[in-house]
């Protein structure tokens, strides 16, 4: 299949997990992405994400993980990490680098924390360490939106509050056609996983994170708070801060240099 593009499944205590690969390269990264994981996982997404993320094939063999297919109540950020260095020893991926997004970002911190002899270096991207009024504020509102069962203005909020107005101008046509992909039979996954973003806080166990670290953020982040990122930098020794003017929640879609700064950073 293009760029080595495979959809995959694992078994993982008494559920499963799909995963998808892509690309031919000697390294391993993984990617983790964020809470619309709890809206659809990434079943039968491999060839789109490989082409979206393309400049990633020569160098990695990258592997995109879901969170289990079933989650119980109270399940948390770490219990994902836990999960995610699981699965790595069972798929015989010894050390990986790790780009964790936004929730990801979460659980990709947890990763590093707890299992710090599987990451090799960490991108950590418009996420947070602890809780502030803003995520609070957002998760809250969106919680209530999935309760309702309104698919429709969830999505739409999430895109308001991801990109800047110059992007939205461009793309709000678009909404019909977004509402009507992806809508779950159920908001019971999502619902906990918006939970675990609500009570992360790593914040005090960052030092412990000793690998080389990109932290990335935008200026004008309506989901995680603008300083979020600032945050983290200030806890991890030796980390580099990349913050986008102008941009939010959304900087790796609009960050037009996004995946050449991750890649420089990865491989030097």
Request: glycine share 8%; net charge positive; with cysteine.
């Amino acid at each position: 299949m293009l760029l080595n593009a495979k959809n995959g499944v694992i078994t993982i205590g008494n559920t499963e997990m799909d995963y998808i690969s892509f690309g031919k390269g000697n390294k391993v990264l993984i990617m983790i992405l964020g809470l619309s994981d709890g809206l659809s996982t990434v079943k039968g997404t491999a060839l789109p994400f490989a082409m979206a993320y393309r400049a990633y094939a020569a160098n990695y063999k990258v592997y995109v993980f879901s969170r289990k297919n079933h989650l119980k109540e109270g399940y948390s950020t770490r219990d994902m990490a836990k999960d995610q260095a699981e699965v790595m020893k069972m798929l015989s991926i010894p050390k990986a680098d790790i780009m964790g997004v936004s929730q990801g970002g979460m659980i990709a911190q947890y990763l590093a924390i707890d299992y710090p002899e599987l990451v090799n270096r960490l991108v950590l991207v418009v996420t947070l360490s602890k809780q502030n009024k803003t995520i609070q504020k957002v998760i809250n509102r969106w919680m209530e939106m999935a309760k309702q069962g309104d698919y429709k203005g969830l999505i739409i909020d999430t895109t308001e509050k991801s990109y800047s107005e110059r992007y939205l101008k461009r793309h709000r046509f678009l909404y019909p056609l977004l509402s009507r992909v992806g809508n779950p039979k159920d908001f019971s996954r999502f619902l906990i996983q918006a939970n675990a973003c609500l009570t992360h806080n790593a914040y005090n166990e960052l030092e412990k994170i000793e690998c080389p670290t990109l932290i990335i953020g935008g200026d004008d982040d309506k989901v995680v708070g603008k300083d979020a990122s600032t945050e983290i930098a200030e806890k991890i020794s030796g980390s580099r801060l990349l913050i986008y003017k102008g941009l939010g929640h959304g900087v790796y879609g609009e960050g037009k240099d996004f995946n050449r700064q991750v890649i420089d950073f990865l491989l030097n």
